[in-house]
């Protein structure tokens, strides 16, 4: 059964940087195409990014293009996401996921795509 533990999430001010990590057990990531999601309160889980098999590919959500970098490196069984600029709309729960077979990276997956979740962890941005 594959888990995911994401970390790195805290409390930033608005114009800040946070890495947050996913490390992945009980199979290889270099099966999956994997992606990140959040939900803040209120709101349903959203796309965020999500990056191909071998890293060669990467979709983002718009809200956060140009500003968050998802990538992997598979040796580890480690997926991060990169964020910049961050925003007070960026606060949320992140959560990282690991997607269904054949779900591209071409477009933004749904949380019907994802085959496995993280626990979550807690970014929140101040103004």
């Known amino acids: 059964q594959v888990q995911l533990v994401e970390s790195g999430g805290g409390l930033v001010q608005a114009g800040g940087s946070l890495s947050l990590s996913c490390a992945v057990s009980?199979?290889?990531?270099?099966?999956?195409?994997m992606g990140w999601f959040r939900q803040a309160p209120g709101k349903r889980r959203e796309f965020v990014a999500s990056?191909?098999?071998?890293?060669?590919?990467?979709y983002y959500d718009d809200s956060v293009k140009g500003r968050f970098t998802i990538s992997r490196v598979n040796a580890r069984n480690t997926v991060y996401l990169q964020m910049s600029s961050l925003k007070p709309e960026d606060t949320a729960v992140y959560y990282c996921a690991a997607l269904r077979g054949g779900v591209p990276t071409s477009l933004p997956a749904r949380a019907s795509d994802v085959r496995s979740w993280g626990q979550g962890t807690q970014v929140t941005v101040s103004s």
């Open positions: 009980g199979r290889s990531i270099s099966t999956y195409n």
């Open positions: 990056i191909s098999l071998g890293g060669g590919s990467t």
